[in-house]
């Protein structure tokens, strides 16, 4: 079973910068597609970005793209996002989700999903 865990949300200005990470605290990952998405109060739930299994591919929203990065450490069970440039509207509860593929993953099919973790961008 997979068991994802989000962390490294938090308050920060805008012009700043986190880096969240998830962690699967079961079996490796490493044959996994993983991804990042975003939920704002009364909005849908949205793709950030996503990453290929061996970490050869990513897929950016044009919303982030040139301020945010995804990166994977299959060795540690571990995908990141670090998010610089933040800006009041990043403000959202951010999910870390996997899904069994070796194909690369822009849309919401995805099977596991982290409890979120929230990330406020002050102005």
């Known amino acids: 079973q997979v068991q994802l865990v989000e962390s490294g949300g938090g308050l920060v200005q805008a012009g700043g910068s986190l880096r969240l990470s998830c962690a699967d605290s079961?079996?490796?990952?490493?044959?996994?597609?993983m991804a990042w998405f975003r939920q704002a109060p009364g909005k849908e739930r949205d793709i950030v970005a996503a990453?290929?299994?061996?970490?050869?591919?990513?897929y950016y929203a044009d919303s982030v793209k040139g301020r945010f990065t995804i990166s994977r450490d299959n060795a540690k069970n571990t995908v990141y996002l670090q998010m610089n440039s933040l800006k009041p509207e990043d403000t959202a509860v951010y999910y870390c989700?996997?899904?069994?593929?070796?194909?690369?993953?822009?849309?919401?099919?995805?099977?596991?999903w982290g409890q979120g973790t929230q990330v406020t961008v002050s102005s």
């Open positions: 989700a996997a899904r069994r593929t070796y194909s690369l993953v822009t849309s919401k099919n995805y099977d596991y």
């Open positions: 079961g079996r490796t990952f490493s044959n996994y597609a």
């Open positions: 990453i290929l299994w061996s970490g050869g591919r990513t």
